[in-house]
């Protein structure tokens, strides 16, 4: 009986079967053994079935057209690794070690002009990245805690990432407190909302983060969550009609109202503020 082993051909790179020193061909794979060709087969040609995972070798010097000439092998999954010589390693370091060679050979290949522009090898423009996935050196971190409002630009930290957060750097038209519902006004700033009227109701509302002055610059919360109280878990939530920048778990339904959906109450205490981009007038 004929003894099999799997080794790696230094030629092709590939793992195949060796059977007395003979190196067998893996010519491909058939969904299933009927499928195993019949005809043009040579010496130690092989083909794997996808339904059962096992290699068939045609080795008979009398073949009969028929499927016995096909010999099973065994199933793929029975391959003995430790028997293969050269495997590569699976050490990170040794990893990450190929990949940064191989992305630095394909770019020494073409030694006139790489997708820089630049002349010559590309092994020294490799970027590295820390942690957060930012490049090292850049000068750049993602801080940790809560929403920060930044006078240049709003930074997300991991909280906002992972709770997918939308803050803006909005003007207050008027005195506004944390937890206020405010509208865009045709002034470029932001005044509190007042379901009475259309006015006071459509386009970009946001939800103040924070105490901002009238005429100053602060963070409104354009979607995501905020903790507050007094909430009832499951309620749909709507701009209110009796107090500016305040919501009610009650749909509006005087004439004249409007009925805008501003978010949804999540527990007692969290609000996940998304507003409706359409509303509605009671008539």
Known sequence: MSVYKTKINPWTKKLQWVIDANLLKIKGTVDTYNDLPLTGNTENDCY????????????????????????????????????????????????????????????????????????????????????????????????????????????????????????????????VSAGDICYLKSDGKMWKTDADAEATSKGLICMATETILADATGTFLRKGKYTTSGLTTGDTLYLDTSTAGTWTNIAPSGSGDIVRIIGYALSTTVLYFDPDKSYLEIS
């Open 48 to 175: 794997i079935t996808k339904d059962t995972d096992f290699l068939y070798t045609w080795n008979n010097p009398n073949p009969s057209g028929l499927l016995t000439d096909w010999i099973q092998i065994g199933s793929t999954a029975s391959i003995d690794w430790s028997v293969i010589t050269n495997k590569p390693s699976s050490l990170v370091a040794d990893i990450d070690d190929a990949v940064t060679k191989k992305h630095t050979r394909l770019h020494d290949i073409d030694d006139t002009n790489d997708h820089n522009g630049v002349s010559g090898a590309i092994e020294d423009n490799l970027v590295s990245f820390d942690a957060n996935g930012l490049p090292k050196d850049s000068g750049k971190s993602i801080p940790t805690g809560d929403i920060v409002g930044t006078s240049d630009s709003q930074i997300l930290t991991n909280k906002e990432l992972n709770d997918n957060i939308e803050t803006m750097e909005l003007t207050a038209g008027e005195n």
